[in-house]
């Protein structure tokens, strides 16, 4: 197995409006990038069980041609809001460092 911070080029997140995170996980890597999409891990239903989201609530979208996922879902606070504790939404993207991939 190999954390997807060892092998990703990016792994950020912003806000997306004042209700919403977007995740952005990106390789400079084709080969590397066919051979994690080949595994299924990175998907809609992982980002939902790390971010305690319904699964129904993430858009999620995979983009070959960029060698690209992006995943929007709804913050838990919205931006600004009394016990936000991130807003601008550039701290949320650590539980993504951690992913294992079987490589």
Avoid at 20 to 48: K, P, Q, W, Y
Avoid at 61 to 74: G, H
Avoid at 87 to 94: D, I, K, L, S, T
Wanted: proline content about 7%; glycine content about 6%.
């Amino acid at each position: 197995m190999v954390r997807l911070k060892d092998i990703a080029k990016a792994c950020k997140s912003k806000n997306a409006g004042p209700f919403s995170i977007t995740l952005d996980i990106m390789f400079d890597d084709a080969a590397l990038f066919e051979r994690v999409r080949a595994t299924g891990v990175v998907s809609a239903a992982l980002i939902a069980r790390l971010y305690g989201v319904r699964e129904a609530d993430v858009l999620f979208t995979e983009y070959p041609p960029a060698l690209a996922w992006k995943a929007t879902l709804p913050r838990p606070v919205a931006s600004g809001a009394v016990g936000d504790v991130d807003v601008y939404g550039a701290q949320q993207h650590a539980p993504l460092l951690d992913i294992e991939i079987p490589l």
